[in-house]
């Protein structure tokens, strides 16, 4: 199964990224040179080194936080595109998701933006907190360590040999299972939006709806639309942060 952090395609301007940070090349006539590589982790048939906006080029060292941040939203995407097919496919868990609402888990809808409009928004702030939590913390990307190596435990270190079961190959598997989950769940969400099914045109199973999402026939929409505002407003803070980064100079 594919291993298992949208938002999507900010880690897609790392589209290449190798395992360690390396310094930024400079030519004899003083012109900088790409961070990438042919060879580095990332840099896989058939695009290669693929960075047409020369960010590698321009800012070689954004490189290191750049391959951080699509480790992450890759495997974020994982996991969400795991949970669309799983919940979609009847999958829950037992019990109880919320006793004060009296909120079962096979009470919850599939896919993503029905998930998330019937979740309680106390279980979002709880969920938002433990991710953060974690990843300021127990799994902080250290410096010394690799890019996307954040685990201290029960983690799984391949060796550095060659074929299917070598480090280089499951290190590749990851950054692009990662970009393709990243790309899918983009699709499940504008489908879904569109047509109610995240797989469309799969045809999916009767989903349980909760009473509390179509006891008001415009609650549905009103939840999917903050949800976009809220996206939105998240991508434009994001692009107004970046702005002092991307006009620094060399």
């Not at 012109?31 to 800012?59: E, Q």
């Amino acid at each position: 199964m594919i291993a298992l952090t949208l938002a999507t395609l900010l880690g897609a301007e790392a589209f290449q990224a190798p395992v360690a940070t390396r310094p930024a090349l400079v030519g004899r006539q003083g012109v900088s040179m790409s961070a990438i590589t042919p060879g580095d982790i990332g840099t896989t048939a058939p695009l290669g080194v693929y960075d047409p906006l020369g960010l590698m080029t321009t800012m070689p060292d954004k490189y290191r936080r750049w391959q951080e941040m699509e480790i992450k939203h890759g495997r974020f995407a994982m996991a969400a595109v795991l949970h669309v097919i799983l919940t979609e496919g009847g999958v829950r868990w037992p019990g109880y998701l919320s006793f004060a609402e009296d909120i079962k888990f096979s009470d919850m809808p599939g896919g993503a933006i029905a998930s998330w409009a019937a979740l309680p928004n106390l279980a979002w702030v709880q969920i938002v907190l433990i991710v953060a939590l974690l990843d300021n913390s127990v799994f902080a990307q250290k410096p010394e360590k690799a890019a996307g190596d954040v685990i201290p435990f029960f983690w799984v270190r391949y060796e550095d040999v060659p074929g299917f079961s070598g480090k280089e190959f499951k290190l590749n598997a990851e950054r692009n299972n990662g970009r393709a989950a990243m790309m899918g769940i983009l699709g499940m969400l504008i489908h879904e939006s569109l047509t109610g099914n995240p797989v469309w045109p799969i045809p999916v199973p009767p989903q349980p709806i909760l009473e509390a999402v179509t006891d008001d026939i415009e609650k549905g929409p009103a939840r999917v639309g903050s949800f976009v505002l809220a996206s939105l407003g998240m991508v434009f803070c994001g692009a107004i942060a970046a702005i002092p980064e991307l006009s620094k100079e060399e």
